[in-house]
């Protein structure tokens, strides 16, 4: 493998208590060396002037929709889209065609991502078979596979007798059990959030409530067993106030949130349409408030895009008959982090960088999100600063489902490195 000298970016590696204009030298996807004016000998030099250089960027939570969902999306675009936004790793959920349940699914994904060369993928397997909640996979064997967490995401665990079956496991292997948090008998017919949009529009909406019963539930069996919860997608003031008290209380829970979330209140819906209808719903002004006041005092412990592709025709039906939920994500991330949480002064650079980067790598218990020597050499460099115009056509991904088509930021990544290889470079990537 090539050599590689990152000369001049401003490394910010919060687990490593590094903040300096400093340079790193990469070999065989390794980080060898780091210090100010390291002398240059390096297959290549990237001059990182004006960048961050942070550890690589995890989502641990994205719908690449293949098997099966092709047409939407598939793992070499999704990939593709994922390097484009600064992710070096991400979690791919188990709602696929078939539903990722089997081991060889597993190290299936994990081969053809080695072979696309892009991003790691860290699969999430299904907490049931077909994730249809009536029994629990075999959670040794897909973790030997590469499983990093299991979930039936796009609906609840379906009983919280299998909900505890399942974090009972999860303690014993320390693998997180993901949760979709919604109960179908309060979304049942849910189109948008539950409110005065809602009631304009003529729709049936999904309360808060919803999130918040299944929330508590998880809450209660995780504190009940000891194994680590993971609230997917939290949306809700309720939600995240229950997972603020059980941390407080010494339970093994961990939430994230989205960029949509802590970005837009479901009056985007009123503008966007069908294109800002997801699962769960944008909500109200309160709640993305609260969002981000989560954000600032460290209950959320990390932003993860729910990246979720739908082909054109699909999205193009009526939003109360047929539209799917879900957005694309992972190329806006960062600029609506940098736009909401940065350059408003809620956050620092530094809590910015571990929500994207050490507290996932956590969460998954991946060796990843730092820069120290010996570690490998998966690196995002982004220029805060940089302003550029979102494209959603020019994108990565195979869709585009996306509110932010059109949307000027203020920060653009840079290069994306994984294990050395830089494989993506704005301009040229």
């Not at 408030?289 to 979720?308: L, P, Q, S, Y």
């Amino acid at each position: 493998m090539a050599s590689l000298l990152i000369k001049g970016g401003r490394v910010l590696s919060p687990e490593d208590n590094l903040d300096g204009i400093i340079d790193v030298r990469i070999e065989d996807g390794v980080i060898t060396e780091i210090g100010p004016n390291l002398v240059a000998g390096a297959d290549e030099t990237f001059d990182a002037s004006g960048s961050v250089v942070a550890p690589g960027f995890i989502d641990i939570h994205v719908h690449f929709r293949e098997p099966g969902g092709e047409a939407s999306e598939t793992l070499e675009t999704g990939l593709g889209s994922a390097v484009a936004g600064g992710f070096t790793s991400v979690a791919t959920m188990p709602n696929t065609k078939p539903v990722i349940d089997q081991p060889q699914l597993v190290a299936e994904q994990i081969e053809k991502a080695r072979r696309l060369g892009l991003a790691r993928i860290f699969p999430v397997a299904a907490v049931s078979f077909g994730s249809q909640g009536e029994a629990l996979t075999d959670f040794a064997a897909l973790k030997a596979a590469g499983a990093v967490a299991f979930s039936d995401d796009g609906r609840p665990v379906k009983t919280a007798g299998l909900l505890r079956e399942a974090l009972e496991l999860s303690r014993e292997l320390g693998v997180p059990i993901s949760e979709h948090c919604e109960d179908a008998s309060l979304t049942a017919g849910g189109v948008i959030n539950e409110g005065p949009v809602a009631d304009q529009l003529g729709v049936r909406g999904i309360p808060n409530s919803s999130e918040d019963v299944c929330a508590a539930r998880g809450v209660v069996v995780a504190e009940a067993t000891g194994g680590h919860l993971h609230v997917a997608h939290l949306s809700t003031a309720g939600a995240l106030d229950l997972v603020r008290q059980a941390k407080r209380r010494g339970v093994r829970v961990t939430c994230e949130v989205t960029p949509h979330h802590f970005s837009l209140s479901d009056e985007a819906v009123l503008k966007y349409g069908s294109n800002a209808k997801m699962n769960p719903p944008l909500r109200s002004f309160a709640d993305v408030e609260a969002i981000r006041a989560g954000i600032t005092d460290g209950t959320v412990d990390a932003i993860a895009t729910d990246h979720a592709p739908h082909a054109a025709d699909l999205k193009a039906k009526p939003l109360g008959a047929g539209a799917p939920f879900g957005i694309i994500g992972l190329e806006t991330a960062l600029g609506l982090a940098l736009d909401e949480l940065i350059h408003t002064g809620l956050i620092s650079l530094w809590h910015m960088i571990s929500l994207f980067s050490s507290n996932p790598a956590r969460i998954i218990n991946q060796p990843l999100g730092r820069v120290r020597v010996g570690g490998a050499a998966d690196l995002t460099l982004f220029d805060p600063d940089f302003v550029w115009t979102y494209n959603a056509a020019k994108g990565r991904s195979k869709s585009r489902n996306t509110p932010f088509d059109g949307r000027t930021f203020r920060g653009a990544v840079t290069a994306t490195i994984v294990a050395g290889n830089i494989v993506y470079r704005r301009g040229r990537g």
